[in-house]
């Protein structure tokens, strides 16, 4: 299984602690092979059955590396003798022509998990890489980026991992684990006190974040309570104006249309948080390519 380099950093230890078990990991896999693997690899078959390869994985752009366990659990589920040398560590910046890492393995089973590694890496560091981006556009104030739900079908603990390595936060992993009260729920409870009362009765003690869509709601939700506010779709005026109503009361988050090149005036208005579903539903694969040498 996938290990960080115990020399490296704190933010590494911090991954580490973040990666789902391996049980998780090996399902995951196993889903992602079926799907492609089916009754078995034809093409593959045209190979010797002993023979082994040694294969190189290189990045052809600059990137932020997530996804390495994932990968390296494909390459064991079809070669579980395989051996992986990892020359670069989820939340490291590589270069571009810089190898990732060598494997050693059977050629079937190689060129079987050839793809299936290498969607995992591309897409887990196109979302870290994204992620970097938006940590490094709020560089020096004191601001959480968080990602959203927008995420890949199938992906979600992934890419949440992948923002993670990138250097952004996560928001809830799902319905279950938080409560975000909408405008449809504030509707069907009649009221913005109505809602975060129910929302404390039924929650068990997770957190309760509501929606506000003007200075007007969030001074309702405030006097009701609120500990936790998203102030969807607000100016940076209304922003800037939020932020002094609220006299630190309850934490803010901004959220809505949220680019690289606004993160950092909404940033600078002072709100605590800002939820970017641009982090992982318009992600861009980095480019890798996977190099064979018959051994």
Known sequence: MYTFDSTQSSIQTDLKAALPPAEVIAAQVSAALAEDLGDGDLTAQLLPVGQRSRAELITREDAVLAGCAWAEAVCYALDPDARIRWEACDGEPVAAGQRLCVIE???????????????????LSGTATRARRYADAVAGLPVEVLD????????RLQQKYAVLCGGCHNHRQGLFDAILIKENHILAAGSIPAALQAAREIGGGVPVEIEVESLAELKTALDAGARVVLLDNFS???LREAVAANAGRARLEASGGV????????AETGVDRISVGDLTKDVIAVDLSMRFVVV
């Open 236 to 238: 940076l005026e209304r």
């Open 105 to 123: 393995g059977r050629s079937r089973a190689l060129l079987s998990a050839e793809r299936t590694a290498m969607n995992y890496l591309q897409t």
């Open 148 to 155: 959203t739900r927008k995420t890949l079908p199938g992906l």
């Open 259 to 266: 680019t690289l090149e606004t993160i950092r005036p909404i």
